[in-house]
């Protein structure tokens, strides 16, 4: 399946569902002082989890192209790049957990078909600060997963946000295939502040962010993002343009 194919199914299959398809925000965040780069597909809609009023619709999804150097140290191994395309799907106070991880299975296992022994799944386990997320793991039960594909995760791995010095943050659920994370689900619950404590939100939410370039190559079958039609015009370009009185 061709990356634009894949980016494409992914906007109709949350379209069908009442999400309301939202244009990608530009790399350099507006009216965002907390960071310098659009880092993350919730960046642009971080305050309607504060403010659900203000959201366009209660449901959207976008894809929104992230620079990121969280991981810098990381890029040029086979998954990891500074520009990347997340394709998302976000719940201002609508759905919470059970539909979000429903779409995502739906969407792995019945749009893009891949084999269930090629996948795994993580839940966030507790700590001092956090409960084990159990209720991740009872719907990942119901859909089907069976306990030796459900993987425990500590704050590290398995809890996200907030970008910026504060903002929406909660545990993930994520997906694996083939040893990669493709798909993480965020259930933005709390709302840390500069001092980093959490309090609830009011109103919880969802954020979810599926690497377009990861689930390229495990569509494509690619050891590598870099092998991915993602990148093949880039390299046919380059070999046209080299010779070998250049190299």
């Not at 929104?64 to 191994?77: A, K, L, N, Y």
């Not at 709302?191 to 919880?204: E, F, S, V």
Request: glycine share 6%.
């Amino acid at each position: 399946m061709k990356s634009q194919e894949i980016r494409k199914k992914f906007i109709n299959f949350f379209a069908k569902r009442g999400h309301n398809h939202q244009p990608a925000a530009f790399l350099i965040p507006e009216n965002d002082p907390t960071v310098l780069f659009t880092s993350a597909g919730m960046q642009q809609f971080k305050d309607f989890y504060i403010y659900p009023e203000n959201a366009p619709a209660t449901k959207v999804t976008s894809v929104q192209p992230c620079f990121r150097t969280s991981d810098i140290e990381e890029v040029g191994d086979t998954s990891h790049l500074t520009l990347v395309e997340m394709l998302g799907n976000f719940s201002f106070s609508d759905y919470f957990k059970h539909d979000a991880i429903k779409w995502a299975y739906e969407y792995i296992f019945d749009i893009l078909k891949l084999p269930m022994s090629r996948v795994y799944v993580t839940v966030f386990r507790g700590d001092k600060q956090t409960l084990l997320d159990d209720e991740s793991i009872k719907i990942w039960r119901e859909l089907g997963i069976p306990d030796k594909k459900i993987k425990m995760g500590d704050r590290e791995d398995n809890f996200w946000g907030p970008t910026g010095d504060q903002g929406p943050c909660g545990p993930t659920t994520e997906i694996y295939v083939d040893g990669y994370e493709v798909w993480n689900i965020v259930f933005n619950e709390y709302y840390q502040d500069k001092n980093g404590k959490c309090a609830k939100l009011a109103k919880p939410g969802v954020d979810t962010g599926a690497g377009l370039e990861r689930l390229t190559a495990v569509m494509q079958k690619k050891k590598s993002v870099y092998e991915t039609d993602l990148f093949s015009s880039v390299y046919q370009k380059v070999g046209q343009l080299a010779t070998k009185k250049n190299l």
